[in-house]
């Protein structure tokens, strides 16, 4: 290894290489500092991502009124297709060659990407701006901040994870409503402006913060048959599968509870705080069922979120009041929250080598891209069916939840048979 290499893993990695080989410190101030860098990004990545609802609402009343509900949700869904098919491309660059070499491009795409929403009034201009610059930006970010946690953190690998993607939900918190302010004060174009500019500020500290335990691996150290035998591996292809139904109806009610709750009479302007208050929800799903998959059991408590999800999605059915909705949107976020940083948390636990640790989380994002891509305009077509009501949509959702979650128990099962060990 040349000096300039040697200077670059250094800076890249923040140990020696006593350190990388002693295991996850699981605490001290570099691990938590990634912790932080992380919460930042997901704060303002994920979170904007989980404030779609706001933007489908906003679309279909001003911007693009000649436009379906389906329509319009496919420029979120196209945004979430490529945060999750990126993997496939950014997670074996993080491996091979750190954090910093996608965080800084992305961080600055991503604020463009904002910039160039501002601008947008035609449909097609916001799938390129909102869609495809704003997704492969999110992805750009997103890897490298997954897939550095489990460089630090082992036995409290589920605490870390819940806190950065509790961000997700705070940013989810926020984002609508400072969204919806803006709206109403300063104007789309000064609202995406704003949102870009404070995005920016606190990208550009979590760039620092973000980096990986270990040294880069070279594509050549890595044995073929060890990525081979990804593909081989049962409790992975069964974990991959099951999220891959847990992400086809997941997203749903991020897009479309603001205008299913207008249907059942509340007023618009608390339909759109609905975003928050599910967001709000999730934020303490994700840091509790964070910290009680260390002990319960990662796959445990993925199929309890993804069981309690699906069930609660199907009581939307006779969840008509205001009072009721609201109730859907806590439970919803709360039992779905910890979803997403479970199923990384669950890659991680049956994989032994962490420097495959982002080809194996990107080919589960890859997979799960699909139904990413496809629940939301699915359900809007199912909408458009049944001439506006909402009842083929709910029952889609809630049963594709319970068909990913059997699929998630079948996985465990091949890990360990005794349904009361902490899996």
Not at 382 to 388: A, D, H, P, R, V
Request: hydrophobic content about 50%; glycine content about 12%; proline content about 4%.
């Amino acid at each position: 290894m040349s000096m300039s290499e040697k200077e670059h893993t250094s800076a890249e990695t923040l140990v020696t290489p006593s350190e990388a080989d002693s295991g996850p410190p699981d605490g001290g101030l570099r691990a938590w500092m990634v912790v932080v860098g992380g919460f930042l990004t997901y704060f303002v990545t994920f979170g904007l991502l989980n404030s779609f609802g706001t933007f489908q609402a906003y679309y279909g009343e001003d911007l693009l009124t000649s436009h379906s509900e389906s329509a319009i949700s496919w420029i979120g869904s196209i945004q979430v297709f490529l945060l999750f098919i990126g993997g496939v491309f950014f997670g074996p660059v993080f491996d091979t060659k750190g954090a910093k070499i996608l965080f800084v491009p992305g961080t600055i795409f991503f604020a463009l990407s904002l910039m160039f929403v501002s601008l947008c009034h035609e449909y097609y201009q916001f799938i390129l701006a909102q869609s495809l610059l704003f997704g492969i930006a999110d992805a750009m970010l997103f890897y490298p901040t997954i897939s550095a946690i489990p460089h630090w953190f082992n036995r409290r690998r589920g605490l870390a994870l819940g806190i950065v993607v509790a961000g997700s939900s705070l940013g989810g918190i926020a984002w609508p409503l400072i969204l919806d302010r803006l709206f109403g004060t300063v104007g789309f174009a000064w609202a995406l402006r704003i949102v870009g500019f404070i995005s920016l500020g606190l990208l550009a500290p979590a760039c620092l913060m973000v980096v990986p335990r270990l040294p880069p691996t070279k594509a050549s150290e890595v044995p073929k048959a060890e990525i081979a035998a990804i593909f081989k591996d049962i409790p992975f292809i069964l974990l991959v599968a099951g999220m891959l139904f847990v992400m086809w109806g997941m997203f749903i009610p991020f897009y479309y509870l603001p205008l299913y709750a207008r249907q059942q009479g509340v007023d618009a302007a608390f339909a759109n705080d609905l975003i928050a208050i599910l967001n709000a929800g999730s934020l303490v799903g994700r840091v509790v069922s964070g910290g009680l998959a260390d002990k319960m059991g990662r796959f445990n408590m993925a199929i309890i979120c993804s069981l309690l999800s699906g069930i609660v999605l199907l009581c939307l059915h006779v969840m008509c009041t205001k009072g009721s909705i609201v109730t859907f949107a806590l439970l919803y976020g709360l039992f779905s929250g910890g979803l997403i940083s479970l199923q990384s948390a669950c890659v991680a636990q049956i994989t032994n080598n962490m420097q495959i640790i982002g080809i194996k989380i990107g080919v589960m994002m890859a997979v799960c891209s699909v139904g990413a891509l496809t629940g939301a305009p699915i359900g809007g077509a199912l909408i458009s069916t049944e001439n506006g009501k909402y009842s083929g949509l709910i029952t889609f959702a809630g049963v594709i939840l319970l068909a990913g979650t059997m699929l998630l128990v079948g996985s465990r099962w091949t890990l360990s048979r005794n349904v009361l060990q902490a899996v």
